[in-house]
């Protein structure tokens, strides 16, 4: 199956792109947002070819991340939207862009975002986040908390980035991400390719999960999958991503900050934590569980059209 999408998320695409079909990925001579190609920190296979839109003209189906990238669609080709963010605004009365439409489906990546949206009568699915396994594996052997995310400046509450300093109080914080410039209080590592960064975030004592309202990211999962305890707000899909046996997960902040003097001081609490998280997200987050997932809807969405 030859299927058009755009770069758009690049963690995320990547193990969309492990499958059996071809990609095609627009690329431009200016390889911005409506042209970035093939992934340089990310690895790909070879069946991912990057190729102007105008000369994509065998596209069995759609990949459609944006509301803006519909119009680029040839003609005729059918379309899966796939949402991966929590709604804005007036939630949970938001409404979603594709709302009402009867010419595509929308996939959640979580059944909390399919919930929060309001989908107005286009049909929807939940295609869980799948990832491809990290090869390092948790040592804890740094006495840090590891934190990764996006502009956490720019979007403070959101990321949390406010409670950072409770936090540092225990222990010093090592920040992960794109966009981390100006932040304070913090030691920053930023733009790290992605292997590089999950050796780093591996060897630090414990995960801090402080994201306010988000969809499930996949660092998380990562983060699981390499066996390390987990600390963070019960808000969103977490609560579901982690169970108690996994890590601590609390609305109440003073009690997350006892747990992480807890992990740092206990080898055995930090160790069995970490054991079971990865045991969970390797059984829920495999990357073999959503290509099939994807392999179905794809399926049915191309039969559907002929």
Same mark, same amino acid.
């Given at each position: 199956?030859?299927?058009?999408?755009?770069?758009?998320?690049?963690?995320?695409?990547?193990?969309?792109?492990?499958?059996?079909?071809?990609?095609?990925?627009?690329?431009?001579?200016?390889?911005?947002?409506?042209?970035?190609?093939?992934?340089?920190?990310?690895?790909?296979?070879?069946?991912?070819?990057?190729?102007?839109?105008?000369?994509?003209?065998?596209?069995?189906?759609?990949?459609?991340?944006?509301?803006?990238?519909?119009?680029?669609?040839?003609?005729?080709?059918? /379309?899966?939207?796939?949402?991966?963010?929590?709604?804005?605004?007036?939630?949970?009365?938001?409404?979603?862009?594709?709302?009402?439409?009867?010419?595509?489906?929308?996939?959640?990546?979580?059944?909390?975002?399919?919930?929060?949206?309001?989908?107005?009568g286009t049909r929807t699915t939940v295609i869980e986040h799948g990832i491809v396994e990290p090869k390092a594996r948790w040592t804890g052997e740094i006495g840090h908390l590891a934190v990764v995310t996006n502009e956490p400046v720019r979007r403070r509450r959101v990321t949390g980035t406010d409670l950072f300093p409770r936090f540092a109080q225990v222990a010093p914080l090592d920040?992960?991400?794109?966009?981390?410039?100006?932040?304070?209080?913090?030691?920053?590592?930023?733009?790290?390719?992605?292997?590089?960064?999950?050796?780093?975030?591996?060897?630090?004592?414990?995960?801090?999960?402080?994201?306010?309202?988000?969809?499930?990211?996949?660092?998380?999962?990562?983060?699981?999958?390499?066996?390390?305890?987990?600390?963070?707000?019960?808000?969103?899909?977490? /609560?579901?991503?982690?169970?108690?046996?996994?890590?601590?997960?609390?609305?109440?902040?003073?009690?997350?900050?006892?747990?992480?003097?807890?992990?740092?001081?206990?080898?055995?609490?930090?160790?069995?934590?970490?054991?079971?998280?990865?045991?969970?997200?390797?059984?829920?987050?495999?990357?073999?569980?959503?290509?099939?997932?994807?392999?179905?809807?794809?399926?049915?969405?191309?039969?559907?059209?002929?």
């Amino acid at each position: 199956m030859n299927i058009l999408l755009w770069h758009v998320h690049g963690s995320w695409t990547t193990s969309f792109v492990q499958g059996k079909h071809r990609y095609l990925i627009p690329v431009n001579d200016a390889r911005d947002e409506w042209g970035r190609g093939r992934a340089r920190t990310f690895d790909w296979p070879a069946t991912v070819e990057e190729l102007p839109l105008g000369e994509i003209r065998d596209a069995d189906v759609a990949i459609v991340q944006r509301p803006e990238e519909l119009e680029r669609v040839p003609k005729g080709v059918p /379309v899966i939207y796939v949402e991966h963010n929590t709604p804005k605004g007036d939630v949970p009365s938001t409404r979603h862009p594709m709302a009402g439409r009867d010419d595509l489906v929308i996939a959640h990546v979580t059944d909390f975002n399919e919930l929060m949206w309001d989908n107005g009568g286009t049909r929807t699915t939940v295609i869980e986040h799948g990832i491809v396994e990290p090869k390092a594996r948790w040592t804890g052997e740094i006495g840090h908390l590891a934190v990764v995310t996006n502009e956490p400046v720019r979007r403070r509450r959101v990321t949390g980035t406010d409670l950072f300093p409770r936090f540092a109080q225990v222990a010093p914080l090592d920040v992960f991400g794109m966009g981390v410039e100006g932040l304070t209080g913090a030691n920053v590592f930023e733009d790290l390719p992605q292997h590089r960064m999950h050796t780093e975030v591996a060897r630090r004592r414990a995960y801090l999960h402080l994201c306010r309202w988000t969809s499930l990211g996949l660092s998380l999962i990562e983060a699981m999958q390499m066996g390390m305890p987990v600390i963070g707000l019960a808000t969103t899909e977490a /609560v579901v991503a982690v169970p108690p046996d996994a890590g601590v997960l609390d609305t109440r902040v003073s009690t997350l900050v006892e747990a992480a003097h807890w992990l740092l001081t206990d080898d055995a609490a930090a160790q069995s934590l970490g054991a079971r998280a990865r045991q969970v997200a390797l059984a829920r987050y495999g990357l073999d569980r959503f290509l099939a997932d994807w392999d179905r809807l794809l399926e049915e969405e191309t039969c559907a059209s002929r």
